[in-house]
C-alpha cells in the first residue's frame, strides 16, 4: 500500500522571488524531478525512492518498488502523466539500469541494464519514441544508447568523435541534464574532468563536433554540469566545481548559435549550480545549486541571486534537493529587476 505524504507548504523568500516548499516524510536524496503537466509530478533520488503527485504538489504518494530497486539510485526520472512513468539509475556495471511503470508506481518492470561493468549512466532524455542514454567514457569512449521504441530497445552510438580526452574526462548525474536533445534533433553533451570541460554537439546530419567549454575546469569535480536551450539556437550550460559551492566563478556560459560558440557569463551565478532551464513565465533563466538559485532575465549574461537552499535538479516550476527536499517557483511573485 503506497504511503501518502502531505505537501504542508513552507515559503523561502529572497530578492522578490520564492520557492513553495513541501515538507514531505522523505529524507531521501532527490536527483530527478519531471513535470508531466496537468498536476502531475514525479521525482526520484536514493535508496529506490520514487514519488509522485497529481494534485500539483500538495500531496505526494511514496511509490512502492521492485525488491532489486530499493538500493539504487534514481538520478532521472521522466513520465507522461499519472501513470506512466520511467526511472534511470545510476551506478557502476548493472546499477545502472531502467525500469518502467504504467500504472502510477504500483508495478515496475526493467526495460534496460547496463550490460559494461565498467560503465555508469549519467542522463535519459525523450523526445518523442527517441530515447537517449549518456554514459561515462567506457574504453576511452563516451557511451551513447539510442532507442527509437520508447526505451524497450536500444543500440549503442559508436561515432569516433566521441572520444573522451586522454587525461580524463566524463559527464555528471548530478541533475539529469548533461544531455539534452533540441526539437530539430540536435543533441548536446556536457563534460568535464582532469580532460577539461567541453560540450559535444551532434547536427540534424549525425555528425559529431566538439567545443571547449568556458566554465571551471580540469578538476574531476568541475566541468558542465546541465544545458538547456529555450530555443534552437539559445542555450545556457551551467556547473563549475562541486566541491566549491559557494564559487561561482566559471558557472554559467551561454550561446546564440545554436551551440557553435560558448561565452562565459559576465556576472555568473552566486555559486556551483547543477540544473538549469528556461521558463516562459518568468520570462528568464533559472540556474540551481546547493547553495541556492538564480535568475537572468538576459539569456545568461548576469544573474541575480533568488534563494540559498539545497537544490540539485529541475523541472520547472519544480526543483529537488537533498534531505526529501521538493520546492515549487512562486511565478506570481513580483519580477525581478
Same mark, same amino acid.
Given at each position: 500500500?503506497?504511503?501518502?505524504? =502531505?505537501?504542508? =507548504?513552507?515559503?523561502?523568500?529572497?530578492?522578490?522571488?520564492?520557492?513553495?516548499?513541501?515538507?514531505?516524510? *522523505?529524507?531521501? *536524496?532527490?536527483?530527478?524531478?519531471?513535470?508531466?503537466?496537468?498536476?502531475?509530478?514525479?521525482? *526520484?533520488?536514493?535508496?529506490?525512492?520514487?514519488? &509522485? *503527485?497529481?494534485?500539483?504538489?500538495?500531496?505526494?504518494?511514496?511509490?512502492?518498488?521492485?525488491?532489486?530497486?530499493?538500493?539504487?539510485?534514481?538520478? /532521472?526520472?521522466?513520465?507522461?502523466?499519472?501513470?506512466?512513468?520511467?526511472?534511470?539509475?545510476?551506478?557502476?556495471?548493472?546499477?545502472?539500469?531502467?525500469?518502467?511503470?504504467?500504472?502510477?508506481?504500483?508495478?515496475?518492470?526493467?526495460?534496460?541494464?547496463?550490460?559494461?561493468?565498467?560503465?555508469?549512466?549519467?542522463?535519459?532524455?525523450?523526445?518523442?519514441?527517441?530515447?537517449?542514454?549518456?554514459?561515462?567514457?567506457?574504453?576511452? &569512449?563516451?557511451?551513447?544508447?539510442?532507442?527509437?521504441?520508447?526505451?524497450?530497445?536500444?543500440?549503442?552510438?559508436?561515432?569516433?568523435?566521441?572520444?573522451?580526452?586522454?587525461?580524463?574526462?566524463?559527464?555528471?548525474?548530478?541533475?539529469?541534464?548533461?544531455? /539534452?536533445?533540441?526539437?530539430?534533433?540536435?543533441?548536446?553533451?556536457?563534460?568535464?574532468?582532469?580532460?577539461?570541460? &567541453?560540450?559535444?554537439?551532434?547536427?540534424?546530419?549525425? &555528425?559529431?563536433?566538439?567545443?571547449?567549454?568556458?566554465?571551471?575546469?580540469?578538476?574531476?569535480?568541475?566541468?558542465?554540469?546541465?544545458?538547456?536551450?529555450?530555443?534552437?539556437?539559445?542555450?545556457?550550460?551551467?556547473?563549475?566545481?562541486?566541491?566549491?559551492?559557494?564559487?561561482?566563478?566559471?558557472?554559467?556560459?551561454?550561446?546564440?548559435?545554436?551551440? =557553435?560558440?560558448?561565452? /562565459?557569463?559576465?556576472?555568473?551565478?552566486?555559486?556551483?549550480?547543477?540544473?538549469?532551464?528556461?521558463?516562459?513565465?518568468?520570462?528568464?533563466?533559472? /540556474?540551481?545549486?546547493?547553495?541556492?538559485?538564480?535568475?537572468?532575465?538576459?539569456?545568461?549574461?548576469?544573474?541575480?541571486?533568488?534563494?540559498?537552499?539545497?537544490?540539485?535538479?529541475?523541472?520547472?516550476?519544480?526543483?529537488?534537493?537533498?534531505?526529501?527536499?521538493?520546492?515549487?517557483?512562486?511565478?506570481?511573485?513580483?519580477?525581478?529587476?
Amino acid at each position: 500500500m503506497r504511503h501518502l505524504l =502531505l505537501g504542508l =507548504l513552507t515559503t523561502v523568500t529572497l530578492a522578490q522571488a520564492q520557492w513553495n516548499l513541501a515538507l514531505t516524510e *522523505s529524507r531521501a *536524496s532527490l536527483r530527478g524531478v519531471y513535470n508531466a503537466g496537468g498536476g502531475v509530478i514525479w521525482a *526520484s533520488g536514493a535508496n529506490g525512492t520514487v514519488l &509522485r *503527485s497529481e494534485d500539483d504538489g500538495y500531496m505526494w504518494q511514496n511509490c512502492k518498488v521492485l525488491p532489486e530497486m530499493a538500493k539504487l539510485d534514481f538520478r /532521472a526520472v521522466v513520465a507522461w502523466d499519472a501513470n506512466h512513468a520511467q526511472v534511470m539509475s545510476s551506478g557502476t556495471g548493472s546499477a545502472s539500469r531502467l525500469y518502467e511503470t504504467a500504472d502510477g508506481g504500483a508495478t515496475w518492470h526493467l526495460l534496460f541494464a547496463n550490460p559494461d561493468p565498467k560503465g555508469f549512466w549519467d542522463a535519459l532524455v525523450f523526445q518523442g519514441t527517441h530515447a537517449y542514454i549518456l554514459g561515462d567514457p567506457v574504453d576511452g &569512449r563516451f557511451v551513447l544508447y539510442h532507442s527509437n521504441d520508447g526505451g524497450r530497445h536500444w543500440q549503442p552510438d559508436n561515432s569516433p568523435e566521441l572520444a573522451a580526452a586522454s587525461e580524463g574526462e566524463g559527464a555528471f548525474a548530478a541533475s539529469n541534464s548533461s544531455l /539534452a536533445i533540441l526539437s530539430d534533433g540536435t543533441i548536446f553533451i556536457g563534460t568535464g574532468g582532469l580532460g577539461g570541460a &567541453r560540450i559535444f554537439r551532434r547536427d540534424k546530419s549525425g &555528425r559529431w563536433s566538439a567545443v571547449r567549454a568556458p566554465l571551471t575546469t580540469h578538476k574531476e569535480s568541475a566541468g558542465v554540469f546541465s544545458l538547456s536551450f529555450r530555443d534552437t539556437t539559445h542555450g545556457i550550460a551551467v556547473g563549475g566545481d562541486y566541491e566549491k559551492s559557494d564559487d561561482g566563478t566559471g558557472a554559467a556560459a551561454s550561446t546564440s548559435d545554436g551551440g =557553435l560558440t560558448w561565452h /562565459a557569463a559576465q556576472n555568473p551565478p552566486s555559486g556551483y549550480r547543477s540544473g538549469v532551464a528556461w521558463s516562459q513565465k518568468v520570462n528568464g533563466w533559472i /540556474a540551481i545549486g546547493a547553495n541556492g538559485s538564480d535568475i537572468s532575465r538576459d539569456d545568461g549574461r548576469t544573474w541575480k541571486r533568488l534563494d540559498a537552499g539545497n537544490w540539485n535538479a529541475l523541472s520547472l516550476p519544480w526543483a529537488v534537493g537533498p534531505n526529501g527536499r521538493i520546492g515549487s517557483l512562486d511565478i506570481a511573485s513580483p519580477p525581478v529587476r
